[in-house]
C-alpha cells in the first residue's frame, strides 16, 4: 500500500485529520463551523438553540418540542474489531451536548449505531430500532437488508 494511503488511513482512525473541529483544537482556525453544514441542513434553525450553537453534527436530531425529548444518531461504520471502542467514541463525542439539553430540559439520548466496514451489524442498531418502536419482523427485515 503507498505510504500516503497508510498515513491516511491511520489519521483517520485516530480522528487527526484536519477537520475543522481539529484545526480550532490545533489553534490553526478560529470558526468550527463546516461551510457545508449550512447547505445540508435546510431545517436547522427548528432545532433547539443548544444544539445550533454547538458545533457538533449528529447525523440524524429527532426532536420533539412538545414533550422536550431528542434523540441523536451518529452511524459509525469501523472495522468490525473495534466497535465497541467506536461506539465509546461517539458517546463522548456527544456527552457534553446532552449533558446541556438536559440543563436545558430535555430528555436526550445520543445513539451511536455501528455498522461494520464489511457488513456485520452492530447491536446498537438494534437498540436504535427498539427506541424508534421498530419492532418484530420490520425490525428482523431493516437488520438483514
Known amino acids: 500500500m503507498a505510504p500516503l494511503r497508510i498515513s491516511f488511513l491511520i489519521r483517520s482512525v485516530y480522528n487527526l485529520l484536519p477537520s475543522n473541529a481539529n484545526l480550532v483544537r490545533w489553534g490553526k482556525k478560529d470558526d468550527p ?3 457545508l453544514c449550512q ?10 438553540d443548544v444544539i ?8 440524524i436530531v429527532i426532536h420533539s418540542a412538545s414533550t422536550q425529548q431528542i434523540i441523536m444518531v451518529e452511524l459509525t461504520v469501523p472495522y468490525e474489531s473495534r466497535m465497541e471502542e467506536a461506539h465509546a467514541f461517539k458517546e463522548g463525542k456527544y456527552l457534553v451536548l446532552t449533558k446541556e439539553l438536559k440543563k436545558d430540559g430535555y430528555e436526550a439520548k445520543v445513539m451511536p449505531v455501528e455498522i461494520g466496514a464489511r457488513g456485520f451489524v452492530g447491536s446498537s442498531a438494534y437498540g436504535l430500532l427498539s427506541k424508534l418502536s421498530i419492532c418484530g419482523n420490520k425490525r428482523t427485515k431493516a437488520l438483514n437488508s
Do not use: Y
Request: aromatic residues 4%; hydrophobic residues 25%.
Open 33 to 35: 463551523t463546516c461551510p
Open 39 to 48: 447547505a445540508d441542513l435546510p431545517d436547522w434553525e427548528r432545532h433547539p
Open 52 to 59: 445550533r450553537k454547538t458545533a457538533l453534527r449528529p447525523d
